[in-house]
């Protein structure tokens, strides 16, 4: 097998379109230069329609936790309250960063597959009055569930004072987000998902409702320190080293969104969504989610012990160069999951379906080959 053309369908790190990597090979400049600065601040600026927002975009490099990091520790002192929406491994990783900075977190906790409902919320908020903000998970990867945060967001503005503050990192660029319409305080992402490059940087965008909460807060961090960023960034810059050559690539990535439009990167991958689940639908392999909060961007399936996920897992990375991911914490080993998001096309799902198909035959489950393609070709072809 060729190794180079090893095939990543997990929900991030995910592939690097070509145009991207040649773009980061560029050679080095020098980050306090003329060249960089003119560079980072349009690259910032252009980052603005992807979260819907007209607030600043700040890029900090560090993995899309840094981001979650820096969302929890400029907005909530020490002894305060706050909500955390858990519905699978992210969340609970807000409510963890809470923790440690000796914030008080409300769980919300639904069961791992399901979404959080704004009835749901809106009677846990009403038990818990004295909530700074409400932290949730916009995709949440390690089940494929997509919350309806804006719906959520309705509940939080009308029911509170809180601020409302989102990690999207695994589903933005890749479905709506409309920060300043919908209510949002902060939102959170990464580089490795849906923006199709390396590891390696957070961005931030913060309301001014939120500003106002960080402003008359006492900073807690120093790297983190949202303020820093906002100094820096009004004059073009950042207030430590940026990750240069991955700003080289996020300007590509972003003339990459713009060419092919964000209506058409919506659509892309919600028809790559319909393909997988329909699929999975016809070779009877149960979803973990209900159609109504499928993510665009990641399929959970749990085969409920009709066959080992971690086998499946095994079969398509050495018979069939595809890795796809499995579960996380308690569905480690039950459940596998299938990223579609990024650098990823129709043709791209059908490719891993049909090794799918090949490997369940490989590691003796009696499906028909040719189903599930068959399923993801008609929704394909059905599609206007
Ligand atoms: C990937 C991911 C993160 C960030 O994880 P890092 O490993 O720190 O980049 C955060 N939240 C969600 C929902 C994710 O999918």
Redo the contacts with the bound molecule.
């Keep these: 097998m060729f190794t180079d053309k090893m095939i990543l369908r997990i929900?991030?790190p995910t592939p690097i379109p070509p145009r991207v990597q040649q773009a980061m090979n560029a050679p080095m400049i020098g980050h306090r230069s003329g060249q960089f600065s003119k560079l980072f601040a349009e690259t910032a600026e252009r980052l603005k329609p992807i979260f819907g927002t007209k607030q600043d975009v700040y890029i900090l490099a560090?993995?899309?936790?840094?981001?979650?990091e820096m969302a929890v520790v400029n907005t909530v002192n020490p002894g305060e309250e706050v909500a955390v929406l858990v519905s699978g491994?992210?969340g609970e990783?807000f409510a963890k960063i809470c923790e440690r900075y000796g914030i008080i977190p409300h769980r919300l906790e639904v069961a791992w597959g399901e979404a959080v409902t704004p009835e749901a919320l809106e009677a846990f908020l009403s038990e818990k009055p004295n909530v700074r903000a409400v932290f949730a998970?916009?995709?949440?990867?390690?089940t494929g569930v997509l919350n309806p945060i804006r719906e959520l967001a309705q509940v939080v503005r009308e029911k509170t004072d809180a601020l409302f503050i989102v990690?999207?990192?695994?589903?933005l660029g890749a479905v709506p987000c409309e920060m300043d319409e919908w209510g949002l305080d902060i939102v959170?992402t990464?580089s490795?998902?849906a923006f199709m490059l390396p590891?390696g940087l957070?961005f931030v965008a913060v309301s001014e409702r939120a500003w106002k909460v960080i402003d008359n807060n006492k900073p807690q961090a120093f790297y983190l320190d949202l303020k820093a960023y906002r100094k820096s960034l009004a004059d073009q810059t950042t207030p430590y080293t940026p990750a240069v050559s991955l700003v080289f690539g996020l300007a590509e990535v972003c003339a990459m969104i713009e060419e092919e439009g964000l209506d058409a990167i919506f659509k892309r991958h919600e028809l790559m969504r319909d393909m997988t689940r329909a699929a999975m639908s016809a070779l009877n392999i149960p979803l973990m989610t209900e159609d109504q909060y499928g993510s665009p961007t990641v399929t959970s399936l749990d085969p409920k012990g009709a066959f080992d996920a971690e086998e499946l897992r095994k079969v398509l990375r050495t018979k069939h160069n595809i890795i796809i991911a499995g579960g996380q914490q308690h569905l480690k080993g039950k459940i596998f999951r299938i990223g579609h998001m990024g650098y990823c096309e129709p043709l791209d799902v059908i490719q891993v379906i049909s090794a799918i198909e090949m490997s369940l035959r490989q590691i003796g489950v009696e499906i028909e080959l040719g189903a599930g393609v068959k399923a993801a070709q008609e929704v394909l072809i059905n599609h206007v």
């Design positions: 929900p991030g560090g993995s899309g936790t840094s981001g979650l491994a992210f990783r998970t916009q995709c949440e990867t390690s990690d999207a990192v695994s589903c959170v990464g490795q998902k590891t957070a």
